[in-house]
């Protein structure tokens, strides 16, 4: 099994390139880049009368401009250099300068990084504590009136969109035409500074409550129903059987022996728990006006930012891969009967 995961951890080098290669081409291509912003701001910015050919060069601005501009951001030189250029850099642990703010890649994301992190963790957390025990619950009553009722809540849920739903919850409770009960948005209040400890933590939790819901919405349908699968399948085996003619309780049997081995397939998901770092969608985000990593990668793929394009690029899909291994780790963990090859 150490030679799988060995080849697992390997496979990790020709899979990044991969990605990052075609993601790479994709942004040398996509029309509307920084070279040609440039070009447009200088042209109207000072060159009045100049005008944009039909081959995308801009006319009217001299050519040692254009030459310079090109030399500033790279494209002076060939994609494949470009490309190895970026890898190498990449080695040492170098992202860039974003083309927007002017900063270094790696301090305009780890800005991003609290916020995110932290909607990550109180989403994933609360997620797992409200969907297991109702699992569970739905597994015990199946085929009741509290069943069905649970089911049908849970998949509208699962049907509504986090940013469509996070609108709504704005409309109703954000002080628009009903109830003014959260604030409409941010991650806290301005004045977050000045207030008490519990002032804070209030303040905190106000601002959370209806983003996380948003964020959690798509989740209760999957994990519930995952859950609750798993627990039934478990209650039909021969060990449970064995259990209760033993005369133990339905709730040891239950939480004791059936559960314990239900949650083998619900813990491999743990493993994605290193990608929260990169957790929320950019759509909810500008609902709520939360500057975190969804919408600061939405922001720069439309400034055409391609630096902090790809270091999002690059931590998401190094945190995804290696979240898959430690899903397969932790498999083999929590069940015995596993054994990769």
Aim: net charge neutral; hydrophobic share 45%; with cysteine.
């Amino acid at each position: 099994m150490t030679s799988y995961f060995i080849r697992r951890f390997l496979l990790i080098i020709p899979t990044f390139l991969g990605i990052t290669l075609v993601t790479f081409l994709i942004l040398q291509f996509v029309p509307g880049g920084p070279l040609e912003t440039a070009l447009m701001q200088m042209r109207t910015g000072g060159q009045q009368g100049a005008e944009v050919g039909s081959s995308g060069t801009t006319q009217g601005i001299p050519q040692e401009a254009i030459e310079e501009l090109k030399r500033f951001y790279g494209f002076d030189k060939p994609i494949y250099e470009r490309y190895l250029i970026w890898i190498g850099n990449l080695v040492q642990l170098d992202l860039g300068t974003s083309y927007k703010y002017n900063e270094p890649v790696w301090d305009v994301i780890t800005e991003r990084f609290p916020v995110s992190i932290y909607f990550g963790l109180v989403g994933f957390i609360l997620t797992y504590i409200v969907c297991v025990p109702l699992g569970v619950y739905k597994a015990v009553k199946n085929g009741s009136a509290f069943d069905f009722t649970s089911s049908a809540l849970v998949f509208i849920g699962y049907s509504i969109p986090g940013f469509a739903f996070g609108a709504m919850m704005l409309v109703l409770f954000g002080g628009g035409s009903f109830w003014d009960v959260f604030p409409l948005g941010g991650f806290r209040s301005e004045d977050w500074e000045s207030l008490s400890f519990w002032g804070k933590i209030w303040d905190q939790v106000h601002h959370t409550f209806l983003p996380v819901l948003s964020y959690m919405i798509g989740s209760f349908a999957t994990l519930t129903i995952l859950t609750k699968n798993s627990v039934i399948e478990n209650l039909s085996q021969d060990y449970i059987r064995t259990a209760y003619s033993k005369g133990l309780s339905e709730k040891k049997v239950i939480f004791g022996h059936a559960l314990r081995n239900s949650l083998i397939p619900i813990s491999t998901g743990l493993g994605h728990a290193i990608s929260l770092v990169l957790a929320g969608s950019f759509l909810i985000e500008k609902v709520f006006n939360i500057n975190g990593m969804g919408l600061l990668g939405y922001q720069s793929i439309l400034d055409r930012d391609y630096p902090v394009v790809m270091g999002i690029l690059v931590i998401s899909t190094l945190l995804l891969l290696i979240g898959n291994i430690l899903s397969d780790i932790l498999y083999a963990i929590v069940d015995p009967r596993i054994r990769f090859k």
